[in-house]
């Protein structure tokens, strides 16, 4: 006799194949060896048509057993009183299995195990294959089952088998609305209730570097599909990897599911007595409670979550060190510069000692500053190399309170790890700060990398996805790694389109840009001071690539000083955590995000933060581009981020920044689509007294940068081939309140070049003075000519036209505006200075003069053709 069958409470895949089993197996009974989730025994209540040929166990006589065929399962634990089948030497079995090998398996004489997102997808191949075919009954069961365990073919796990079988269902009569209806339930009272005691419980802990979180509840009474539960948390809480306990009557129930490959939830789960793939498994636990299944996770954890980091894993390069004849005052300046605690001393290449701040900062208590740094360093220390495991340089460091120990590659230096480095990497939890740079002093959470591939082809078009491509191809020809950073990287995650593409090249990003434009035709402009370089495409694209560096500040306000560094290092430099993102563009790592500073978690809770506390009082051009971000991406700066920057404020720190990088500040920001916020925002924080000091916002100063929006938007909407600089307009607007000598300091101050500087002063000083005759005249008069508005306005740039249509509250006003810039502003006569020459007029004012009459009788329609302008010309030269 032969029996089909699979695991205790069994689910969809269980049964649809056991339906395609039975296909293969014709006169095998079908068996289940124990209990169903409650989606299966609804879908038979609910659809008897479907319900296959099924025969209960306990009318089964084991012993007439000569062939057991088991699907989605092979773990005799697993399917209850039938393991004893397994004890005779003569009954043959066949199993059909997608998860993974695990200690315990059955032997197996037949059937087929390999990957695959469901079991039912395997035995629908071979169907296919064997050209056995299915009624749409058969075809809808098995669909059920390819779609459960597929997540709607949408998990990891999910293989084109699947894809194929689902596709071979469906053109076999599978229906689709009742799939839909069993795998897509709406959740019960208990279920809602029990996911809100699992968010309740929820808590995310780190081991061995790696995100891990727990939920976990108890219950008096059985609640089914609690794997439906599992996935809905893990989406909702964007997790990694999570595990969910649940304690039901006598039983503890555990779903485990994975999105990265340093947890292998199968494998842990087998230690259990359960199982499944290293994405999804779960397991079942009797006469333990919630407590101790929790416990027994925790000791599992460290074994199984190991993702083997050594000590090149963790390192800093390239290092920061010191001479051996450097002097204990500048040792301090150095430690201070870099930010660091602790550094390297060298006789020439050798180490040969290490020096801290500590050691520095009592030997200049004692008026130690002019002895060399040799004299007091600390000579013992650990040698590491690249492939030192991390558990070693632990047991160093802890073992015996060192700070720092060095990694070399033979006698090379090449990397430092420090104790502050070691700490964040075995502790920090998710809720912590960012990853320490070469021991910067931070409480920081350990790097988060995943892959972004799937963004980059869904939000970037092909070609600049085979540019990145290309790129990172070029990076390992030259053994270089190769980053897309900053903007790009943030807006990436964000779903917007950025065409920015900044690369960071850890190495010499000039060579790098030289080579990559030799071999796809472009040109490149470097500059050898910085290691950056611009590659231009042939269409006028462009590329910034940049070594990676740090940079350090001599005083505040200053440029800074550049330096060659490590990513980590460049990326602790730039202004804000959203902006430290790196995706990873070499071939083997291709879009591998890396966050060093918490960046993912800034971006989701929607909030702006510096990286250090001295970050505005070294730039303090940080503090507009905080605003700017803040007003761009709709996100709200971070409370200690704005008390830093109103520290910054009161100690006036801005006051030392230069004007032109005030001004590029400035500009930037009233460029961007609602620069109104951003200047709002700006006098909320106290900044707009840095551009100038009579700079402050009133009702009325609020109601034209508001119409300036308005009407900004208006012209854009002309679809007008005209260039014009919005930022002008905002600036009129803003300092419109001002008086003449006040916006000339303002300029001043924005070392505004004095040739734009007296242009700005006579477009506001004039667009003022047309301002009023207009209003005045329009309210005297009932109608205005149309020349009229014509010779008010000609002289005016867009933008001061632009400025004052915002700045009137007279609508007629606004309406002689909107007609000259839409129709009279490019309205000229036929008749020309050569027409007036071949009348006899002599070269002189006397043209400008004939002309104006000529195009005021046009404008007014009181001529319309080139015949009747001549005749006016004629008669203008004859009654003068």
């Known amino acids: 006799m032969d029996v089909i069958t699979t695991h205790v409470n069994a689910d969809f895949d269980c049964l649809g194949a056991m339906v395609a089993a039975k296909k293969l197996y014709p006169d095998a009974l079908m068996v289940f060896p124990g209990s169903q989730e409650k989606s299966i025994r609804d879908f038979f209540l609910k659809t008897t048509g479907y319900m296959p040929a099924l025969t209960r166990l306990k009318d089964i006589d084991l012993s007439r057993i000569s062939r057991l065929i088991l699907v989605d399962c092979r773990h005799s634990s697993r399917i209850g009183r039938l393991a004893e089948v397994l004890k005779r030497p003569d009954v043959e079995v066949h199993i059909y299995d997608h998860h993974p090998e695990s200690a315990g398996d059955i032997s197996r004489s037949g059937g087929e195990i390999r990957e695959c997102g469901s079991t039912t997808a395997i035995l629908a191949k071979i169907l296919m294959e064997r050209g056995i075919g299915v009624n749409p009954v058969e075809a809808t069961t098995m669909m059920l089952g390819i779609y459960e365990d597929t997540g709607n ?262 990397g430092v790890i420090t104790r502050t480095d070691l700490l964040r990497y075995m502790y920090a939890g998710p809720q912590g700060g960012s990853e320490a740079v070469y021991d910067l002093g931070r409480e920081t959470p350990p790097v988060r990398r995943r892959e972004v591939v799937h963004l980059m082809n869904k939000h970037l078009s092909r070609r600049v996805v085979d540019i990145l491509r290309d790129l990172g191809r070029v990076g390992d020809e030259l053994e270089l790694p190769v980053y897309a950073i900053g ?177 590029n500040e400035l500009i930037i920001i009233l460029r961007e689509r609602e620069p109104v916020r951003a200047i709002l925002r700006m006098e909320s924080l106290g900044l707009l007294r840095f551009i100038h000091p009579d700079l402050v916002l009133d009702s009325e100063n609020i109601r034209i940068l508001d119409e300036v929006k308005k009407v900004v938007t208006w012209f854009e909407l002309l679809y007008q081939q005209d260039n014009v600089e919005t930022w002008v307009v905002y600036f009129l607007a803003l300092t419109s309140l001002v008086s003449d000598d006040s916006f000339w300091e303002t300029c001043t101050r924005l070392s505004v070049s004095e040739h734009y500087r007296e242009r700005l002063i006579d477009m506001r000083v004039h667009g003022e003075q047309v301002l009023k005759v207009m209003e005045q005249k329009a309210a005297r008069e009932n109608t205005v000519r149309r020349s009229d508005i014509f010779f008010w306005l000609r002289s005016l740039s867009l933008e001061v036209l632009l400025y004052i249509m915002a700045k009137t509250r007279r609508e007629d006003v606004r309406k002689f505006i909107s007609l000259y810039v839409t129709q009279l502003r490019g309205v000229s006569c036929s008749v020309t200075g050569d027409d007036l020459k071949s009348m006899g007029l002599p070269p002189g004012p006397r043209y400008r003069e004939v002309l104006d009459v000529v195009l005021k009788a046009r404008l007014n329609g009181e001529v319309s053709t080139h015949a009747d302008e001549l005749l006016l010309a004629r008669q203008e030269l004859a009654r003068k």
Request: with cysteine.
């Open 153 to 414: 073919l949408t998990f990891p796990s999910t293989t084109t088998d699947d894809y194929a079988a689902a596709s071979w269902l469906l053109s076999n009569g599978a229906n689709l609305n009742v799939v839909s209806e069993f795998v897509s339930q709406e959740l019960t009272a208990e279920q809602v209730s029990l996911l809100n005691d699992l968010l309740q419980s929820l808590q995310t802990v780190s081991v061995n570097g790696v995100d891990i979180s727990i939920a976990h509840a108890s219950l008096d009474y059985y609640v089914g599909d609690i794997a439906v539960l599992a996935h809905m948390l893990r989406d909702m809480e964007n997790l990694e990897a999570l595990f969910i306990v649940v304690g039901m009557g006598e039983r503890v129930y555990i779903v485990a599911r994975s999105r990265i490959p340093e947890v292998d939830v199968g494998a842990i789960l087998r230690e259990i007595g359960g199982g499944g793939h290293a994405t999804a498994a779960s397991a079942t636990v009797r006469d333990q409670t919630v407590i101790q299944v929790m416990g027994r996770l925790q000791q599992l954890f460290p074994d199984r979550i190991n993702p083997k980091r050594t000590a090149s894993d963790l390192m800093s390069s390239p290092v920061k060190t010191l001479s051996a004849g450097t002097t204990i005052a500048e040792a301090r300046e150095l430690l201070t510069r870099y930010n660091v605690n602790s550094m390297p001393v060298m006789d020439e290449r050798m180490m040969i000692g290490i020096i801290s701040l500590r050691i520095v900062e009592k030997a200049l208590y004692h008026g130690l500053g002019s002895l060399r740094v040799d004299e007091y360093m600390h000579t013992e220390f650990m040698r590491a190399e690249p492939d030192t495991p991390l558990n070693v340089i632990q047991n160093y460091i802890v073992g015996q309170h060192r700070r720092l120990v060095p990694v070399f590659s033979g006698q090379e230096l090449v």
């Open 487 to 663: 903007g790009f990287a943030r807006d990436l995650l964000l779903g917007g389109k950025n065409d920015d593409i900044d690369i960071s090249v850890e190495g010499d990003g000039i060579l790098f840009a030289e080579t990559f434009a030799n071999r796809h035709g472009c040109r490149i402009k470097s500059h050898a001071k910085f290691g950056t370089a611009v590659i231009v495409f042939p269409d006028k694209a462009k590329i910034d690539v940049a070594s990676t560096r740090l940079e350090y500040y001599e005083t505040p306000g200053a440029l800074p000083t550049v330096e060659r560094s490590s990513l980590k290092m460049d990326l602790y430099r730039r202004d804000f955590t959203v902006n430290t993102l790196a995706v990873r563009l070499n071939p083997q790592n291709f879009g591998l995000l890396i966050d060093y500073f918490g960046a993912c978690r800034d971006l989701k809770d929607k909030t702006i933060r510096v990286l250090h506390n001295l970050s505005f009082v070294e730039d303090p051009t940080r503090v507009f581009r905080a605003v700017r971000f803040e007003q761009r991406l709709n996100f709200q700066i971070a409370r200690h981020t704005e008390n830093l920057i109103r520290n910054a404020v009161k100690m006036g720190f801005l006051d030392k920044l230069g004007g032109r990088r005030l001004l």
